[in-house]
């Protein structure tokens, strides 16, 4: 593993080790903060060597595949090297952030003869999959629009304003760092490639547009005053993982949400059309009251609905609890407890509640089901095409890579600008 930090020791790493050892074995952690990979040689419970030396752990430890979990502006130069050196990938998404680094990828797979397996999963979720049974069933008839709108809450949506994911240059701006899940979703359901994208975006609420600010939350003065302060050193987990290695490379984890640099946008509105005339209207909020998402498929014959998170029965969520979950994930978790729904309406005749079993599991039990695919039963199959390459990595990317460019340029931008990828009405 490379990139020991909160995603790859918890759910690549502790998960893992814990649930699929006799599949695996870690046999080299590496970092770049030779604090943080030591924390996480004792966390996730194993005995391998630790590296802060990319080239050297996978010379020495001659690895079956390299798991990449570093920042994102940086999966690339993992992911070729590995390659290069004869090794398969699996790599986090956003596969990376801009298109130059996307070809070199998909150049470098193409080369190398080995395969790289992009870590998508919002897809195995079960509610997700049940939608997919549906249009392609036609629930809805042939496919025309989509909306699509995701809502982060004031804890999720602002942690991504305390550190890198806060500039452009490390995230690729959120349309790419955290869209890449909802324009994959978007291509595996709409069974299409995206064609031309247009785009609006801006940054009303973080950064610049703050009263007060500071570097970050434990030297502020303004900590009784603001509602995004947060005590970093009560929660052991973050203290041991950031704050007791921050002499290595400065990295701040409870970063101040409103640092006059922050360069991403924190409101976006995307609209795509696809290769097979389906036209989609998407947005991305991050200073939301609960976290959820809406999205409705419109077919010539009637309306598929779904939703998530939202409280139309006034339930009394905890959002800040709902994103601690986020650190937490026991991906074995299966306890149910209740159902999410999908509603189809067909025009001039009746509509049809679809019940669909809620997990526990990290994100709707899509994560388990991805580490059974990839560490369990990977010749399992496959009859909803859930398993993703670095073909689905840069289309999803590069719908967000587009989107940057749309608001940056103020003007429709092309795929065909982007990459030489050809892109097919329907992908099968
Ligand atoms: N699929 C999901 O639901 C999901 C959820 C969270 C994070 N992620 C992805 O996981 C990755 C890691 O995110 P995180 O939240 O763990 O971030 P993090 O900041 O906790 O960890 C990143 C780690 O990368 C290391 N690093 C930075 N630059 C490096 C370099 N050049 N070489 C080697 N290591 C380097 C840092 O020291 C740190 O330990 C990101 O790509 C993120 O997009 C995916």
Same mark, same amino acid.
Request: with cysteine.
């Given at each position: 593993?490379? %990139?020991?930090?909160?995603?790859?020791?918890?759910?690549?790493?502790? @998960?893992? *080790?814990?649930?699929?050892?006799?599949?695996?074995?870690?046999?080299?952690?590496? /970092?770049?903060?030779?604090?943080?990979?030591?924390?996480?040689?004792?966390?996730?419970?194993?005995?391998?060597?630790?590296?802060? /030396?990319?080239? +050297?752990?996978?010379?020495?430890?001659?690895?079956?595949?390299?798991?990449?979990?570093?920042?994102?502006?940086?999966?690339?130069?993992?992911?070729?090297?590995?390659?290069?050196?004869?090794?398969? !990938?699996?790599?986090?998404?956003?596969?990376?952030? /801009?298109?130059?680094?996307?070809?070199?990828?998909?150049?470098?797979?193409?080369?190398?003869?080995?395969?790289?397996?992009?870590?998508?999963?919002?897809? $195995?979720?079960?509610?997700?999959?049940?939608?997919?049974?549906?249009?392609?069933? @036609?629930?809805? %008839?042939?496919?025309?629009?989509?909306?699509?709108?995701? $809502?982060?809450? !004031?804890?999720? %949506?602002?942690? $991504?304003?305390?550190?890198?994911?806060?500039?452009? =240059?490390?995230?690729?701006?959120?349309? #790419?760092?955290?869209?890449?899940?909802?324009?994959?979703?978007?291509?595996?359901?709409?069974?299409?490639?995206? !064609? +031309?994208?247009?785009?609006? %975006?801006?940054?009303?609420?973080?950064?610049?547009?703050?009263?007060?600010?500071?570097?970050?939350?434990?030297?502020?003065?303004?900590?009784?005053?603001?509602?995004?302060?947060?005590?970093?050193?009560?929660? #052991?987990?973050?203290?041991?993982?950031?704050?007791?290695?921050?002499?290595?490379?400065?990295?701040?984890?409870?970063?101040?949400?409103?640092?006059?640099?922050?360069?991403?946008?924190?409101?976006?509105?995307?609209?795509? &059309?696809?290769?097979?005339?389906?036209?989609?209207?998407?947005?991305?909020?991050?200073?939301?009251?609960? =976290?959820?998402?809406?999205?409705?498929?419109?077919?010539?014959?009637?309306?598929?609905?779904?939703? +998530?998170?939202?409280?139309? =029965?006034?339930?009394?969520?905890? *959002?800040?609890?709902?994103?601690?979950? =986020?650190? @937490?994930?026991?991906?074995?978790?299966?306890?149910?407890?209740?159902?999410?729904?999908?509603?189809?309406?067909?025009?001039?005749?009746?509509? *049809?509640?679809?019940?669909?079993? !809620?997990?526990?599991?990290?994100?709707?039990?899509? /994560?388990?089901?991805?580490?059974?695919?990839?560490?369990?039963?990977?010749?399992?199959?496959?009859?909803?095409?859930?398993?993703?390459?670095?073909?689905?990595?840069?289309?999803?990317?590069?719908?967000?890579?587009?989107?940057?460019?749309?608001?940056?340029?103020? &003007?429709?931008?092309?795929?065909?600008?982007?990459?030489?990828?050809?892109?097919?009405?329907?992908?099968?």
């Amino acid at each position: 593993m490379v %990139g020991t930090g909160i995603r790859g020791i918890t759910f690549w790493g502790k @998960n893992v *080790q814990d649930n699929y050892k006799e599949n695996i074995e870690f046999v080299g952690l590496c /970092d770049i903060n030779p604090g943080r990979v030591a924390f996480a040689k004792q966390y996730m419970g194993v005995s391998c060597p630790t590296f802060t /030396d990319f080239e +050297e752990m996978v010379k020495q430890t001659k690895p079956d595949t390299v798991i990449v979990t570093t920042i994102d502006a940086t999966h690339h130069l993992y992911i070729i090297k590995a390659l290069e050196m004869g090794v398969e !990938v699996m790599t986090e998404k956003p596969m990376t952030t /801009d298109e130059d680094k996307c070809k070199a990828i998909l150049d470098a797979e193409k080369k190398s003869g080995k395969k790289v397996i992009v870590g998508f999963n919002y897809r $195995y979720g079960t509610l997700f999959t049940a939608i997919k049974e549906q249009l392609e069933k @036609n629930a809805a %008839g042939e496919m025309v629009s989509v909306d699509f709108n995701w $809502y982060l809450n !004031v804890y999720h %949506g602002a942690d $991504y304003f305390r550190r890198w994911h806060a500039y452009k =240059e490390k995230s690729g701006s959120l349309l #790419v760092h955290k869209s890449t899940h909802h324009f994959d979703l978007l291509n595996w359901l709409i069974d299409s490639d995206p !064609v +031309e994208i247009m785009a609006y %975006g801006s940054l009303d609420h973080y950064g610049k547009n703050g009263k007060f600010r500071s570097t970050n939350c434990r030297p502020c003065t303004f900590k009784s005053e603001c509602k995004f302060y947060t005590d970093i050193t009560k929660d #052991v987990m973050l203290t041991d993982l950031y704050t007791n290695n921050e002499k290595y490379d400065g990295y701040l984890r409870d970063g101040c949400v409103f640092k006059e640099d922050i360069n991403i946008y924190d409101k976006m509105s995307v609209q795509i &059309r696809y290769a097979n005339g389906v036209l989609v209207n998407y947005s991305l909020t991050t200073y939301s009251p609960y =976290e959820g998402w809406r999205i409705a498929f419109n077919g010539k014959e009637g309306r598929l609905d779904s939703s +998530e998170g939202i409280p139309w =029965e006034n339930e009394a969520i905890n *959002q800040e609890a709902l994103h601690s979950k =986020e650190f @937490n994930k026991d991906s074995k978790t299966t306890e149910t407890e209740h159902y999410d729904k999908i509603f189809v309406s067909k025009n001039f005749e009746k509509h *049809q509640l679809i019940k669909v079993p !809620v997990s526990k599991a990290g994100h709707g039990g899509g /994560d388990q089901k991805l580490h059974d695919k990839i560490f369990k039963n990977p010749n399992a199959p496959d009859p909803y095409r859930h398993a993703a390459g670095t073909r689905d990595g840069a289309m999803s990317i590069l719908i967000g890579i587009a989107a940057r460019k749309s608001i940056e340029e103020k &003007r429709i931008v092309k795929m065909r600008e982007l990459t030489d990828i050809e892109l097919m009405a329907k992908r099968g």
